[in-house]
């Protein structure tokens, strides 16, 4: 019989973060995860009794580990569009770090990833999360356009609160052509993705 220790979670969540990433959330099974954990399936069953209970635990296992800690506070740092794109390209720098430590990987593919849309249409409790971050960034963004109205760097007339929402849906728009690109370099990339679509932003206002 295996033995359970308090370890045992972690490992369970970790390896079936690495099997969704490698084939995806509906192809995993129960047997996959008794065959790389070592452990049984009753032991597995210990701690999640579905693979979508697994699935809600992967995530927030993950969304813990690279949780985006303040950098600083928009009210703190933001004046102009290079102190807005710094800060944000610090904060996204800070969550990369965290999934690379935890993945303990740099050849990670960023297109893997992919597989929490598959999953997360299929589970309730994932959209409500993924509904919560969403107004979270979006906020931190409207903090951000709200500090650089302060300090008259927004043009007049300008609501920070429908800018940010814009921003923020133009950004994840880029990020996904960044998820779809097989470069090893994905890293370099995603930043100038970032700098590039914020400063286009900026023009376009």
Known sequence: MT?????????????????????????????????????????????????????????????????????????????????????????????????????DTKELKLNKLLFFIEAINENEQLKQTITELTKQEITFLENCFIMLKKHNNLPAGKDPALLAECLFWMLQGAEMMVFFMQNNDWEQGIMKMYDKTINDFFKII
Do not use: W
């Not at 959330?25 to 399936?41: A, F, H, I, W």
């Open 3 to 103: 033995k359970i220790t308090p370890d045992t979670r972690s490992n369970i969540l970790m390896v079936a973060l690495q099997l969704f990433l490698q084939k995806g959330y509906k192809d995993v099974s129960y047997q996959d995860l008794v065959k790389k954990t070592g452990l049984s399936k009753g032991a597995i069953y210990h701690y999640f009794e579905s693979k979508e209970t697994l699935l809600v635990a992967v995530f927030e296992f993950l969304m813990e580990a690279t949780q985006q800690p303040a950098v600083d506070k928009p009210e703190n740092i933001v004046k102009d569009r290079e102190s807005f794109i710094k800060l944000f390209i610090d904060s996204k720098m800070v969550q990369i770090n965290g999934f690379k430590k935890i993945m």
